[in-house]
């Protein structure tokens, strides 16, 4: 069964650091790519950043570009968002998605449970 | 980047009623277009990928169709687990975009 499990938000004040993970298990990470998703309280999805399988190559939406680092650990089955410079338009709950990628088809096909970031002084 | 535009935003309807909801793109999108449900308090779940082909283990009620610009969601016949928001997603370009939603509620 694959999972995604996150770990690591919370309550941090604008302009500071966060980091946090999410471990994978049930299927074989480092033939996926993976990404981040995030949600902004009772608002809209909105994709983040992705990886691929290998951790050679990143994207990131424009405005988190400079300031968030998507990265992983394949040995460990793990990824991670780094945050820096963090605002307050960066409130929301963060998801852990894995990205498939291949032929005519791209989508988030598991996710996990989510994990809650509030940035606020 | 390409803005998605879901309507209705909200949609009350019967069990056992055929539901269509819609999804427009600012541009041609090629079919490159998920659909993902999500219950309250829950992560989204993939329904559709590409237009129409439906992820393993979800309902056959569920169906997407469209091209170009156009899409759309059905479920032929609602049943009250299928309350949730609906969002699509279009994969057509960088950044990957979604829909605003559209709640789905049992009249």
């Known amino acids: 069964e694959v999972q995604l499990v996150e770990s690591g938000g919370g309550l941090v004040q604008p302009g500071r650091s966060l980091k946090f993970s999410c471990a994978a298990s049930?299927?074989?990470?480092?033939?996926?790519?993976m990404a981040w998703v995030r949600q902004a309280p009772k608002k809209g999805l909105e994709w983040v950043a992705t990886i691929i399988y290998d951790g050679s190559s990143t994207y990131y939406r424009d405005s988190v570009k400079g300031r968030f680092t998507i990265s992983r650990d394949n040995a460990k089955s793990t990824l991670y968002l780094q945050m820096d410079s963090l605002r307050s338009e960066d409130t929301a709950t963060y998801y852990c998605?894995?990205?498939?990628?291949?032929?005519?088809?791209?989508?988030?096909?598991?996710w996990g449970q989510g994990v809650m970031v509030t940035v606020s002084s | 980047d390409i803005q998605m535009t879901q309507s209705p935003s909200l949609l009350s309807a019967s069990v056992g009623d055929r539901v269509t909801l819609s999804c427009k793109a600012s541009q041609n999108i090629y079919k490159y277009l998920n659909w993902y449900q999500q219950k309250l308090g829950e992560a989204p779940k993939l329904l559709i990928y590409?237009?129409?082909s439906l992820q393993t283990g979800i309902p056959s009620r569920f169906s997407g169709s469209g091209s170009g610009t156009d899409y759309t969601l059905t479920i032929s016949s609602l049943q009250p687990e299928d309350v949730a928001t609906y969002f699509c997603?279009?994969?057509?370009?960088?950044?990957?975009?979604f829909g605003s939603g559209t709640k789905l509620e049992i009249k």
């Open positions: 049930g299927f074989t990470f480092s033939d996926y790519a």
């Open positions: 997603q279009q994969y057509n370009s960088w950044p990957l975009t």
């Open positions: 998605a894995r990205h498939v990628n291949r032929y005519n088809y791209d989508y988030f096909d598991y």
């Open positions: 590409y237009t129409n």
